[in-house]
């Protein structure tokens, strides 16, 4: 985990074509990024990979209307001894950390679902079986303007993190995940086994898992101080 890895996911939306040009975007777009400073230096680079996917569909009409969701987690570049990471989204991919006992969703959603469960208007397992629980109330590629949520927190060691798309949260409970992931100890080995998981139990959509472990939290001595 060095300082200035940005971790992503991006799930595509607007026929097939145009979501997998909106997501490769963004995902394109990061590779570029040398340096994330800041919480809002990164949501910002969405900000700009929004620019970026506006752009293109306005350049070619088989584009038009594609977006992309996405969640990002930064490795923060910092001077102090404490590693910080940084997180922002938009849409409904998520994010969700596992530490000691406590396995929690860290982002809200940007769907209509999650916004009417915030209201009161409806309960999570109305939520869950929602005909319009696809509908998202932000996404990149919508408008010029995009609100991108973020928020910075300390890293420490043991902790795990999950970003993934809706088709993992749709098909598979918290439970099963927050199992899946105390019990597999390689990340990206349990990041295959959610992905299958989901597949198994129906697969309706593109499943994308990414699992991010935090091993230490103080950058190695590049000179080790003899004993
Ligand atoms: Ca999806």
């Known amino acids: ?3 200035g890895t940005v971790f992503l996911v991006a ?24 340096s ?3 919480a809002d230096d990164l949501a910002g680079q969405i900000e700009a990979a929004n620019a970026l996917i506006r752009t293109r569909a306005a350049d070619d009409p088989a584009l038009f209307g594609m977006g992309t969701t996405i969640v990002a987690l930064a490795v923060l570049h910092t001077d102090g001894d404490v590693m910080e990471l940084a ?25 209509l679902v999650a916004e ?8 999570e397992e109305e939520a869950a079986r929602h005909p319009q629980r696809n509908v998202l109330t932000r996404a990149l590629g919508v408008d010029s303007e995009v609100a991108v949520d973020r928020w910075v927190f300390p890293a420490v060691a043991g902790q795990r993190y999950m970003l993934c798309s809706d088709g993992l949260v749709n ?15 390689n990340p990206s080995s349990v990041a295959d086994e959610l992905v299958h998981m989901a597949n198994d ?5 593109n499943v994308t898992v990414l699992v991010v472990d935090v091993v230490e939290t103080a950058e190695c001595d590049p000179e080790e101080t003899p004993n």
Do not use: K, W
Request: hydrophobic letters at 35%; proline letters at 1%; aromatic letters at 4%.
């Open 1 to 3: 985990m060095a300082n």
């Open 11 to 34: 799930d595509g939306m607007g026929g097939h074509r145009g979501g997998e040009v909106a997501s490769q975007l963004a995902v394109g777009h990061f590779e570029e990024v040398a």
């Open 36 to 38: 994330v400073p800041s």
């Open 87 to 111: 997180c922002a989204n938009v849409g409904d991919s998520r994010l969700y950390r596992l530490h000691g006992d406590h396995f929690t969703q860290l982002t809200f959603d940007h769907s």
């Open 116 to 123: 009417l469960t915030r209201a009161g208007q409806l309960t």
């Open 171 to 185: 098909e598979v409970s918290d439970e099963a995940i927050e199992s899946a992931l105390r019990s597999i100890e």
């Open 201 to 205: 139990a129906g697969g309706r959509d």
